[in-house]
């Protein structure tokens, strides 16, 4: 037998716990929501609170952002000994603290240093792909992988990685940025090969063409729709249509997958990953991961083993699951 790896447990016993039994707390920023989580040693869900995010204001938002804090430091009982981590929809350079973001108003602001003077500590923050991998290599779809890759095939395309169970450094405080990798042109080649199929390359919202996330993401999955069946159809009508029997939405899955296998093949071969883990709308699809895991197998290198690919379990909590984890673990390493 070979040996298991280590698993950093949940919520370790040195870490505080409230009597309540609260041990963490995590934020989930979104565009619209600031979704603040109180999570036991466990991290079952002990409470939540949801404000509304302020959109252009960023004295409204750090204001916003402190207030959940101090209701989660305030709920547990444990005050700042709480360790709470936040997961954003953006880039904070480590170096400089300065954001990037395209929905929520940190561009150009020093969120780190503007919320740890607001509250009088500093708090963790990762990106939301990161906070997402984490969540589901601690008690997800990842547990018992040393290296989990979180993929996020929602309205766009984003991924992150954790090792050992840790969000890990990251240069620029990004996740994975593998939606604006180029499709390849030997991947074009086979589909005009296999299925007949001439894939023109779209313009991507990131300024260059022909990125993955044009063609795997939701509304890219809805235009390969109406370029093959003449209706721009939900991704979840066009599984329907597969499933009941229709050959021409069975093809646009077909393409969509194989597409996607390169995708997971790029992965393999940059990160080799145990385990990936789907997320986001198109997880929803059945079958999705038996679909991948096959589009991958047939692209994979013989010498490479093939990853896990599996199913996310936390869904919509994950951002403030993985975010609080992030926090514990940093809480450790002080
Ligand atoms: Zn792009």
């Known amino acids: 037998m070979p040996a298991q790896p280590d698993q950093p447990r949940l919520a370790p016993a040195d870490m505080p716990r409230a009597s309540n039994g609260a041990s963490s707390g995590g934020i989930d920023l979104g565009g619209t929501k600031i979704e603040a989580r109180l999570f036991d040693a466990q991290m079952q869900t002990l409470d939540t609170r949801r404000l509304p995010t302020p959109a252009e204001d960023f004295t409204a938002f750090v204001k ?44 150009g602001q020093n969120l780190p240093a503007a ?35 979180g993929l996020i095939m929602g309205t766009g395309i984003g991924a992150g990685l954790a090792q050992d169970g840790r969000a890990g450094y990251r240069a620029n405080g990004s996740a994975l940025e593998v939606g604006h990798i180029g499709l390849p042109s030997h991947a074009l080649q086979e589909l005009r090969d296999r299925l007949g199929v001439d894939l ?23 235009w390969l729709a109406r370029q093959y069946l003449g209706a721009e159809l939900e991704p979840a009508d066009l599984a329907q249509r ?74 919509d909590s994950s951002g403030a699951r993985g975010a609080a984890l992030h926090a514990l673990a940093q809480a450790r390493d002080i």
């Open 200 to 222: 023109a390359l779209r313009d991507c919202g990131c300024g260059r063409r022909g990125c993955f996330e044009t063609c795997l993401s939701g509304p890219g999955l809805s």
């Open 242 to 315: 597969a499933g009941d029997g229709e050959r021409a939405a069975e093809v646009v899955l077909q393409i969509w997958a194989h597409l996607a296998g390169e995708l997971l093949l790029t992965l393999q071969l940059a990160h080799d990953p145990d385990c990936i883990v789907l997320g986001g709308g198109l997880s929803q699809i059945p079958g999705v991961e038996l679909r991948l895991a096959a589009a991958l197998e047939r692209v994979r290198l013989g010498s490479m083993r093939a990853p896990k690919i599996a199913i996310a379990q936390h869904g």
């Open 64 to 107: 916003a952002l402190a207030a959940q804090v101090r209701w989660l430091e305030e709920t547990s009982g444990l005050g700042a000994a709480l360790p709470v981590g936040i997961g954003l929809p953006g880039l904070i350079d480590p170096e400089s603290g300065l954001g990037f973001a395209a929905n929520i108003p940190i561009t």
């Open 115 to 149: 919320l740890a003077e607001a509250l009088g500590r500093p708090v963790p923050l990762l990106n939301d792909c990161q906070a997402f991998a984490l969540s589901e290599a601690l008690g997800g779809a990842g547990t018992g992988a040393r290296r989990v890759i």
